[in-house]
Protein backbone atom coordinates (compact mmCIF):
# COMPACT_ATOMS: atom_id res chain seq x y z
CA UNK A 1 0.00 0.00 0.00
CA UNK A 2 1.37 3.26 -1.07
CA UNK A 3 -0.69 5.69 -0.55
CA UNK A 4 -0.45 7.48 2.92
CA UNK A 5 -3.50 9.46 3.74
CA UNK A 6 -3.47 12.89 6.01
CA UNK A 7 -5.53 14.48 8.65
CA UNK A 8 -4.80 18.16 8.71
CA UNK A 9 -6.55 19.78 11.90
CA UNK A 10 -7.09 23.13 10.89
CA UNK A 11 -8.90 23.86 14.32
CA UNK A 12 -8.75 26.43 16.90
CA UNK A 13 -7.44 25.75 20.74
CA UNK A 14 -10.39 25.92 23.43
CA UNK A 15 -9.31 28.56 26.23
CA UNK A 16 -10.38 26.33 28.75
CA UNK A 17 -7.49 23.44 29.28
CA UNK A 18 -9.81 20.94 30.26
CA UNK A 19 -11.40 21.02 26.60
CA UNK A 20 -8.55 20.21 24.80
CA UNK A 21 -8.22 16.76 25.53
CA UNK A 22 -11.57 15.78 24.42
CA UNK A 23 -11.70 17.99 21.43
CA UNK A 24 -8.48 16.26 19.98
CA UNK A 25 -9.98 12.82 20.90
CA UNK A 26 -13.07 13.80 18.66
CA UNK A 27 -11.16 14.85 15.84
CA UNK A 28 -8.50 11.62 16.18
CA UNK A 29 -11.75 9.30 15.93
CA UNK A 30 -13.07 10.96 13.14
CA UNK A 31 -9.71 10.87 11.53
CA UNK A 32 -9.00 7.05 11.87
CA UNK A 33 -12.66 6.51 10.65
CA UNK A 34 -11.58 8.32 7.70
CA UNK A 35 -8.62 5.80 7.05
CA UNK A 36 -5.98 8.73 7.78
CA UNK A 37 -2.51 7.64 8.92
CA UNK A 38 -1.32 10.36 10.42
CA UNK A 39 -3.20 13.33 12.31
CA UNK A 40 -1.40 17.05 12.60
CA UNK A 41 -1.82 20.16 14.53
CA UNK A 42 -1.21 23.91 14.40
CA UNK A 43 1.78 25.24 15.50
CA UNK A 44 1.97 25.32 19.72
CA UNK A 45 -1.92 24.12 19.89
CA UNK A 46 -1.38 23.49 23.61
CA UNK A 47 -1.63 27.30 23.76
CA UNK A 48 -3.05 28.23 20.76
CA UNK A 49 -0.62 30.11 19.90
CA UNK A 50 -1.70 32.65 22.10
CA UNK A 51 1.32 35.69 22.97
CA UNK A 52 -0.20 35.99 27.04
CA UNK A 53 0.30 31.80 27.72
CA UNK A 54 3.76 31.50 26.24
CA UNK A 55 5.23 31.85 29.28
CA UNK A 56 6.51 29.19 32.32
CA UNK A 57 3.27 28.76 33.64
CA UNK A 58 1.88 27.24 31.03
CA UNK A 59 4.46 25.04 29.63
CA UNK A 60 4.68 21.01 30.21
CA UNK A 61 7.31 18.95 31.03
CA UNK A 62 8.03 15.29 30.05
CA UNK A 63 6.00 13.58 32.34
CA UNK A 64 2.41 15.97 31.56
CA UNK A 65 -0.57 13.72 32.42
CA UNK A 66 -1.82 15.32 28.78
CA UNK A 67 1.14 13.58 27.22
CA UNK A 68 0.58 10.28 28.30
CA UNK A 69 -3.19 10.41 27.64
CA UNK A 70 -2.32 11.03 23.73
CA UNK A 71 -0.03 8.17 23.45
CA UNK A 72 -2.28 6.25 24.64
CA UNK A 73 -4.83 7.47 22.08
CA UNK A 74 -2.91 6.96 19.42
CA UNK A 75 -2.18 3.59 20.26
CA UNK A 76 -5.80 2.98 20.57
CA UNK A 77 -6.73 4.64 17.56
CA UNK A 78 -3.50 2.99 15.12
CA UNK A 79 -3.08 6.63 14.35
CA UNK A 80 -0.18 8.60 13.94
CA UNK A 81 -0.37 12.15 16.29
CA UNK A 82 1.65 15.20 15.51
CA UNK A 83 0.89 17.16 18.94
CA UNK A 84 2.70 20.43 19.30
CA UNK A 85 2.97 22.28 22.60
CA UNK A 86 5.05 24.43 24.76
CA UNK A 87 7.77 22.45 26.26
CA UNK A 88 10.10 22.83 29.16
CA UNK A 89 13.92 21.74 28.73
CA UNK A 90 16.00 22.34 31.87
CA UNK A 91 14.49 25.31 32.82
CA UNK A 92 14.44 26.89 29.46
CA UNK A 93 10.72 26.78 27.22
CA UNK A 94 11.01 25.67 23.63
CA UNK A 95 8.12 25.67 20.71
CA UNK A 96 8.04 21.38 19.85
CA UNK A 97 6.27 19.17 18.08
CA UNK A 98 6.08 15.44 19.36
CA UNK A 99 4.99 13.01 16.74
CA UNK A 100 3.46 9.65 18.43
CA UNK A 101 3.58 6.76 16.32
CA UNK A 102 0.46 4.49 15.78
CA UNK A 103 1.94 2.16 18.48
CA UNK A 104 1.95 5.12 21.11
CA UNK A 105 5.54 5.43 20.89
CA UNK A 106 7.42 8.83 20.52
CA UNK A 107 8.68 8.22 17.10
CA UNK A 108 9.91 11.76 16.27
CA UNK A 109 10.57 15.08 18.50
CA UNK A 110 11.47 18.44 17.08
CA UNK A 111 11.83 21.78 18.60
CA UNK A 112 11.72 24.38 16.71
CA UNK A 113 14.86 26.29 15.30
CA UNK A 114 14.36 29.70 14.38
CA UNK A 115 12.62 31.36 16.78
CA UNK A 116 10.67 34.73 14.99
CA UNK A 117 10.18 38.14 16.42
CA UNK A 118 6.23 38.43 15.30
CA UNK A 119 4.07 38.23 18.19
CA UNK A 120 5.55 41.37 20.04
CA UNK A 121 8.47 39.79 20.67
CA UNK A 122 6.44 37.12 22.72
CA UNK A 123 7.92 34.05 20.92
CA UNK A 124 12.14 35.66 21.57
CA UNK A 125 11.71 34.38 25.50
CA UNK A 126 11.69 30.63 23.83
CA UNK A 127 14.72 28.91 23.17
CA UNK A 128 15.49 27.54 19.47
CA UNK A 129 16.05 23.99 18.95
CA UNK A 130 19.35 21.93 18.54
CA UNK A 131 19.09 21.18 15.26
CA UNK A 132 16.90 19.76 12.40
CA UNK A 133 16.25 15.79 12.71
CA UNK A 134 14.22 13.22 10.81
CA UNK A 135 13.05 9.41 11.58
CA UNK A 136 11.77 6.43 9.85
CA UNK A 137 7.95 6.30 10.99
CA UNK A 138 5.72 3.20 9.62
CA UNK A 139 2.55 5.30 8.36
CA UNK A 140 -0.31 2.60 6.23
CA UNK A 141 2.01 -0.28 5.84
CA UNK A 142 4.90 1.72 5.05
CA UNK A 143 8.07 2.97 6.23
CA UNK A 144 8.29 6.59 5.46
CA UNK A 145 11.22 9.29 6.17
CA UNK A 146 9.45 12.06 8.48
CA UNK A 147 11.06 15.25 8.74
CA UNK A 148 9.86 18.46 10.53
CA UNK A 149 9.91 22.70 10.10
CA UNK A 150 7.70 24.51 12.35
CA UNK A 151 6.23 27.87 11.06
CA UNK A 152 9.73 30.35 10.16
CA UNK A 153 11.84 27.33 10.11
CA UNK A 154 10.35 26.74 6.18
CA UNK A 155 11.40 30.14 5.42
CA UNK A 156 15.29 29.51 5.45
CA UNK A 157 16.41 27.27 2.76
CA UNK A 158 18.94 25.38 5.38
CA UNK A 159 16.12 24.08 7.22
CA UNK A 160 15.22 21.76 3.76
CA UNK A 161 18.34 21.16 2.76
CA UNK A 162 19.46 19.50 6.45
CA UNK A 163 16.38 16.92 6.23
CA UNK A 164 17.11 16.69 2.40
CA UNK A 165 20.38 15.42 3.27
CA UNK A 166 18.89 13.27 6.00
CA UNK A 167 16.51 11.67 3.49
CA UNK A 168 13.42 13.16 4.36
CA UNK A 169 10.45 12.26 1.98
CA UNK A 170 7.87 14.04 3.72
CA UNK A 171 8.07 16.88 6.18
CA UNK A 172 5.25 18.00 9.00
CA UNK A 173 5.30 21.54 9.44
CA UNK A 174 3.06 23.15 12.08
CA UNK A 175 2.06 26.85 11.41
CA UNK A 176 0.91 29.90 13.11
CA UNK A 177 0.53 33.34 10.41
CA UNK A 178 -0.80 34.54 6.94
CA UNK A 179 -0.02 31.60 4.75
CA UNK A 180 -2.42 33.00 1.86
CA UNK A 181 -4.03 36.82 2.66
CA UNK A 182 -0.89 38.15 4.36
CA UNK A 183 -1.25 42.29 4.34
CA UNK A 184 2.24 42.51 2.85
CA UNK A 185 3.35 38.66 1.15
CA UNK A 186 -0.14 38.00 0.03
CA UNK A 187 0.50 34.24 -0.66
CA UNK A 188 4.49 34.57 -1.25
CA UNK A 189 4.79 32.13 1.92
CA UNK A 190 2.52 29.19 0.11
CA UNK A 191 4.34 29.48 -2.97
CA UNK A 192 7.88 29.71 -1.59
CA UNK A 193 6.83 26.08 0.46
CA UNK A 194 6.02 25.19 -2.57
CA UNK A 195 9.66 26.29 -4.11
CA UNK A 196 10.94 24.47 -0.75
CA UNK A 197 9.34 21.25 -1.69
CA UNK A 198 10.42 21.52 -5.42
CA UNK A 199 13.89 21.96 -4.58
CA UNK A 200 14.35 19.49 -2.17
CA UNK A 201 12.21 16.59 -3.38
CA UNK A 202 10.24 15.42 -0.18
CA UNK A 203 6.55 15.95 -0.24
CA UNK A 204 5.13 19.00 2.78
CA UNK A 205 1.99 18.69 4.90
CA UNK A 206 1.25 22.19 6.51
CA UNK A 207 -1.75 22.68 9.02
CA UNK A 208 -2.43 26.25 9.97
CA UNK A 209 -4.87 28.03 12.37
CA UNK A 210 -8.22 28.96 10.41
CA UNK A 211 -9.48 32.73 10.49
CA UNK A 212 -10.07 34.65 12.38
CA UNK A 213 -6.91 34.03 14.06
CA UNK A 214 -4.86 33.45 10.81
CA UNK A 215 -5.93 32.51 7.36
CA UNK A 216 -6.05 28.84 7.32
CA UNK A 217 -4.89 27.30 4.07
CA UNK A 218 -3.28 24.18 5.25
CA UNK A 219 -2.38 21.78 2.67
CA UNK A 220 -0.05 18.94 1.03
CA UNK A 221 2.22 19.95 -1.49
CA UNK A 222 3.86 16.89 -3.37
CA UNK A 223 7.58 16.51 -4.35
CA UNK A 224 7.19 18.46 -7.51
CA UNK A 225 5.70 21.22 -5.83
CA UNK A 226 2.16 20.66 -6.93
CA UNK A 227 -0.89 21.26 -4.21
CA UNK A 228 -2.55 18.05 -3.45
CA UNK A 229 -4.49 19.54 -1.50
CA UNK A 230 -6.12 23.03 0.04
CA UNK A 231 -8.28 24.05 2.84
CA UNK A 232 -10.17 27.47 3.17
CA UNK A 233 -10.43 29.72 6.06
CA UNK A 234 -12.74 28.02 8.28
CA UNK A 235 -12.11 25.32 10.67
CA UNK A 236 -12.18 21.58 10.07
CA UNK A 237 -10.58 18.86 9.36
CA UNK A 238 -8.53 18.51 5.68
CA UNK A 239 -8.16 15.06 4.17
CA UNK A 240 -5.13 14.47 1.85
CA UNK A 241 -3.29 11.54 0.28
CA UNK A 242 0.08 10.98 -0.64
CA UNK A 243 1.13 8.41 -3.24
CA UNK A 244 4.84 7.45 -1.67
CA UNK A 245 5.58 4.94 -4.71
CA UNK A 246 5.25 7.95 -7.12
CA UNK A 247 7.32 10.44 -4.71
CA UNK A 248 10.26 7.44 -4.60
CA UNK A 249 10.09 6.99 -8.59
CA UNK A 250 10.26 10.73 -9.96
CA UNK A 251 13.04 11.34 -6.39
CA UNK A 252 15.01 8.71 -8.08
CA UNK A 253 15.12 10.59 -11.67
CA UNK A 254 16.42 13.26 -10.01
CA UNK A 255 20.28 12.86 -9.62
CA UNK A 256 21.31 15.83 -7.08
CA UNK A 257 18.78 14.26 -4.70
CA UNK A 258 21.12 11.01 -4.83
CA UNK A 259 23.94 12.91 -4.70
CA UNK A 260 23.27 14.82 -1.87
CA UNK A 261 21.48 11.96 0.28
CA UNK A 262 24.69 10.17 -0.49
CA UNK A 263 26.93 13.13 1.13
CA UNK A 264 28.39 14.03 -2.52
CA UNK A 265 29.21 17.73 -3.15
CA UNK A 266 27.14 19.08 -5.57
CA UNK A 267 27.97 22.88 -6.80
CA UNK A 268 24.86 24.94 -7.60
CA UNK A 269 23.66 25.36 -11.19
CA UNK A 270 25.54 22.28 -11.94
CA UNK A 271 23.75 19.44 -10.21
CA UNK A 272 25.11 15.90 -10.93
CA UNK A 273 28.53 17.12 -11.76
CA UNK A 274 31.49 15.90 -10.05
CA UNK A 275 34.01 18.81 -9.85
CA UNK A 276 38.06 17.88 -9.49
CA UNK A 277 39.82 18.71 -7.02
CA UNK A 278 41.46 22.40 -6.93
CA UNK A 279 44.68 22.10 -8.69
CA UNK A 280 47.79 22.68 -6.20
CA UNK A 281 49.80 25.39 -6.78
CA UNK A 282 53.53 24.67 -7.35
CA UNK A 283 55.73 26.79 -5.12
CA UNK A 284 59.92 27.37 -5.48
CA UNK A 285 61.51 24.51 -2.76
CA UNK A 286 64.79 25.41 -4.05
CA UNK A 287 66.94 26.65 -1.12
CA UNK A 288 68.90 28.77 -3.05
CA UNK A 289 69.29 32.61 -3.14
CA UNK A 290 68.80 32.70 -6.89
CA UNK A 291 64.76 32.24 -6.47
CA UNK A 292 64.13 32.28 -2.83
CA UNK A 293 61.39 30.18 -1.43
CA UNK A 294 58.75 33.33 -0.87
CA UNK A 295 59.13 34.59 -4.34
CA UNK A 296 56.53 32.56 -6.34
CA UNK A 297 57.18 30.41 -9.40
CA UNK A 298 54.61 31.97 -11.74
CA UNK A 299 53.14 35.05 -11.72
CA UNK A 300 49.51 33.96 -11.17
CA UNK A 301 49.48 34.62 -7.56
CA UNK A 302 48.10 37.45 -5.82
CA UNK A 303 50.11 40.92 -5.30
CA UNK A 304 51.40 41.90 -1.95
CA UNK A 305 50.12 44.93 -0.05
CA UNK A 306 52.37 46.92 -1.80
CA UNK A 307 52.04 46.21 -5.02
CA UNK A 308 50.01 49.27 -6.04
CA UNK A 309 53.37 51.05 -5.53
CA UNK A 310 56.15 48.55 -6.01
CA UNK A 311 54.43 45.62 -8.49
CA UNK A 312 56.24 43.26 -6.37
CA UNK A 313 54.61 39.36 -6.64
CA UNK A 314 54.42 37.56 -3.97
CA UNK A 315 52.56 34.12 -1.94
CA UNK A 316 49.95 34.73 -0.08
CA UNK A 317 51.15 31.93 2.50
CA UNK A 318 54.66 33.57 3.07
CA UNK A 319 54.72 36.92 3.28
CA UNK A 320 58.17 38.51 2.51
CA UNK A 321 60.72 38.35 5.56
CA UNK A 322 63.48 40.60 6.71
CA UNK A 323 65.85 38.23 5.79
CA UNK A 324 65.68 39.45 2.39
CA UNK A 325 67.51 42.43 3.48
CA UNK A 326 70.54 39.84 3.46
CA UNK A 327 70.74 38.58 -0.01
CA UNK A 328 72.99 39.70 -2.54
CA UNK A 329 71.43 37.80 -5.60
CA UNK A 330 70.04 40.11 -8.38
CA UNK A 331 66.17 39.60 -7.72
CA UNK A 332 66.70 39.99 -3.81
CA UNK A 333 68.35 43.14 -4.82
CA UNK A 334 65.54 44.46 -7.37
CA UNK A 335 63.42 43.59 -4.64
CA UNK A 336 64.62 45.08 -2.02
CA UNK A 337 65.01 48.21 -3.78
CA UNK A 338 61.43 48.24 -5.09
CA UNK A 339 60.20 47.82 -1.72
CA UNK A 340 62.46 50.31 -0.19
CA UNK A 341 60.77 53.16 -2.14
CA UNK A 342 59.45 55.92 0.06
CA UNK A 343 55.63 55.33 1.63
CA UNK A 344 55.38 51.75 0.88
CA UNK A 345 53.24 49.56 3.10
CA UNK A 346 55.84 46.81 2.13
Known sequence: MSMIRLALAQQPAPDDPSGRLPLLRQWCEAAAADGAHLLLLPEMWSTGYAPERMNAAHAWDDDERMLAEISQLAAGLGLAIGFTYLARRDGALRNRLRLYGADGS??????????????????????????????????????????????????????GRAQMRQGAELVLVPNACPMRDDAELGDARLQQLRGRALENRFAIALCNYPAPQYDGASCLIDARGRLLAAGGKRPGLLSAELDLAELRRWRAEQDEVDDLIKGMIVQSGNAGRKWPAPRRRRWCRRRTRIRPRWIPRRPSSRPCPAAICCGFWTSPRAPVSASMNTMTSPSARWARTRLAKPGCPG
Open 106 to 159: VALQYDKVHICDFTDGTETALQGGDGFVCADIALGGETVRVGAMICFDREFPEA
